[in-house]
């Protein structure tokens, strides 16, 4: 079945120090990639998205994600947190060919906590 | 400013009762979404409407009705047949293609 994982549910890092967060998905072509950050009670805004073209794809914040598609991994980075970073990340898909559909899938999330 | 518009952003009811959360948006969208979130989980796709009058049933649908007689809006009614309706509530919307989703700020919803 199509999926999307994140494997990490929470990360504390420390502010200053890098971040990876790991999303993996499961299609049999390659998908169209988004990173979406959660604040508390709000909704969704987009960090970043990939299509196809140079797989090292910059966001906003300082945020970047690097596509690999050799291990169907689209992982989220950050040099250094800043503890407004604190929040929760959720990694989606497209297939290619959606026509707008319903085939938006969400991983499971991974809330981020950063430490003074 | 163009953006989608969520309200209330907290609900209460009883049991028993059905509720209607509200989402605007006027960023010209065509295909509208709703999506529910749980503790824990990531978003489940309740219903979705690509244009006027039209919609289909998403992953959890059950307990749940939509209406889309303008492009602008597309209410979501959680009726009583919903069996745990208590969840924070997120609406969405896009260009037709694979443009990302743009959300409002959710709507909590607490049935007691």
């Known amino acids: 079945a199509q999926s999307v994982t994140q494997p990490d549910i929470h990360i504390t890092v420390s502010e200053g120090a890098s971040l990876e967060l790991r999303c993996n998905y499961s299609?049999?072509?390659?998908?169209?990639l988004f990173w979406y950050v959660q604040s508390p009670g709000q909704g969704l805004q987009l960090l970043l998205k990939?299509?196809?073209?140079?797989?090292l794809v910059q966001g906003i914040k300082g945020f970047e994600a690097e596509f690999k598609r050799s291990q169907s991994s689209f992982n989220l980075r950050k040099p250094s947190v800043h503890w407004s970073d604190a929040a929760e990340y959720f990694c989606?898909?497209?297939?290619?060919?959606?026509?707008?559909?319903?085939?938006?899938?969400f991983g499971g999330g991974t809330r981020l906590m950063v430490k003074p | 400013d163009g953006g989608i518009t969520q309200s209330p952003k907290y609900l209460f009811r009883k049991e028993g009762q059905n509720v209607t959360l509200s989402c605007e948006q006027n960023?010209?969208?065509?295909?509208m979404y709703w999506y529910r979130q749980d503790p824990g989980q990531g978003l489940r796709l309740i219903y979705y409407?690509?244009?006027?009058?039209?919609?289909q049933k998403g992953d959890i649908a059950e307990g749940y009705s939509v209406s889309r007689e303008k492009k602008e809006s597309f209410p979501l009614t959680v009726t009583s047949a919903q069996k745990n309706p208590t969840a924070f509530y997120l609406c969405?919307?896009?260009?037709?293609?694979?443009?990302?989703?743009?959300f409002g700020n959710g709507t909590r919803l607490t049935v007691t």
């Open positions: 969405a919307s896009r260009h037709p293609g694979n443009s990302p989703l743009h």
């Open positions: 299609y049999g072509a390659t998908p169209y």
């Open positions: 990939y299509f196809s073209g140079d797989t």
């Open positions: 989606a898909v497209v297939p290619m060919n959606n026509n707008a559909g319903n085939m938006l899938t």
């Open positions: 960023l010209n969208h065509d295909a």
């Open positions: 409407s690509q244009i006027v009058n039209d919609f």
